[in-house]
């Protein structure tokens, strides 16, 4: 009789399984994250190309007139114009691209 039927088969693991190897595969899913992580974080930072501002538009100078607007109050439930306002304050209008 051969010596292989009488010894149990020993049961293979799938490569995935040993530790050695998860190692590795753990390692190379970790580096991956991170060079694209840092490279999203340079092309976000190269992407304005150094202007001040992110949309196309420049700033509108301090003291420079503006054309009429009328903007909603959620607060109150009532519209905000700048022609009902405009001499009697200061108006400054500050636009957020979402909240934090």
Known sequence: MSTSKSKKRQKLKPWWRSSRNRNKIWGV???VLAVAALGG???LALSSGGRGT???EQPIPVGEQ???FTLPNIVSDRDFSLDDN???REIVVVGY????
């Open 86 to 88: 405009l001499g009697k």
């Open 97 to 100: 691209m979402g909240f934090f």
């Open 54 to 56: 992110t949309g196309g």
């Open 66 to 68: 503006v054309q009429p």
């Open 41 to 43: 974080f340079a092309w």
């Open 29 to 31: 899913l970790f580096s």
